[in-house]
């Protein structure tokens, strides 16, 4: 079923979402630079845009930048005088990230915070309370980076998890895979969680079969 699945998701895009000359540049450009394409699919940046929209995001923390795909469409989402801060291990992605953030026109929208993520948002206090958390980073920390994002938000933000389902790897007990490892892990806190309200969807398109968490700080 995935070249069917992926069939479909280029039917959705060819009909939904458009020729997109910054995005289509942005992935050639990751290509070309030794990035892994592991980017959100183009349908599920639309709903990532759709849900800062939504949301009435003006300020955005996105977690796990590669070259700046889905922090594009997030940062699209914001008004004039939003901002988004994106945070990212390695240099090199985040030097590939800001050519594609400025050819996409929002790189004056975004900070790009390179390190450990979690030294990062250690780092983070007194920040105005983010709209919408975006966590696309290491599956072992998820669950440290959505306490983080409650301690950063408040009462209505939004919190994304990418990728907690795995072609169904959530489900392996036994793992000695940390990133599943990691994934069970979050919903064990999720589960125990009382500041949160949170589901999860399973996806199936381009990037397989995955899922993501959504969740709203009660
Ligand atoms: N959100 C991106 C994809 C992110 S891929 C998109 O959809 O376009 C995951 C990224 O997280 C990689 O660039 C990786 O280098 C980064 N990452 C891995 N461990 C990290 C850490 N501890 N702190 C911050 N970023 C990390
Ligand atoms: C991986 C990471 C991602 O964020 C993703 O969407 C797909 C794969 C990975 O580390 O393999
Ligand atoms: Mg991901």
Redesign the pocket.
């Known amino acids: 079923m995935s070249r069917g699945w992926q069939a479909v998701d280029d039917y959705i895009a060819d009909k939904l979402l458009g020729a997109d000359d910054a995005l289509a540049a942005t992935l050639a450009n990751n290509a070309a630079h030794g990035?892994?394409p592991?980017?959100?699919s183009a349908a599920?940046?639309k709903m990532l845009f759709l849900l800062a929209q939504i949301a009435g995001s003006k300020n955005i923390l996105?977690?796990?930048?590669?070259?700046?795909?889905?922090?594009i469409w997030l940062a699209r989402a914001l008004p004039a005088d939003g901002r988004l801060i994106?945070?990212?291990?390695?240099p090199h992605?985040a030097t590939v990230a800001r050519t594609n953030l400025e050819r996409a026109g929002v790189g004056g929208l975004v900070d790009i915070r390179v390190?450990?993520?979690?030294?990062?948002l250690a780092a983070m206090t007194g920040e105005t309370p983010f709209d919408l958390v975006?966590i696309?980073?290491?599956k072992?920390?998820n669950a440290l980076y959505v306490n983080e994002a409650i301690r950063l938000g408040r009462p209505g933000t939004t919190i994304i998890v990418?990728n907690v389902v795995r072609e169904g790897g959530v489900l392996e007990v036994d793992t000695d895979d940390e990133r599943i490892f990691g994934t069970r892990a979050l919903f064990d806190m999720l589960s125990a969680e009382p500041r949160l309200d949170a589901t999860a969807v399973q996806t199936v398109g381009a990037k397989k079969w995955d899922g993501f968490v959504l969740a709203r700080v009660r």
């Open positions: 990035l892994p592991i980017d959100v599920q940046g996105e977690i796990g930048t590669l070259g700046g795909y889905s922090t994106t945070l990212e291990l390695e992605h390190g450990p993520a979690s030294d990062s975006f696309d980073a290491d072992q920390n990418d």
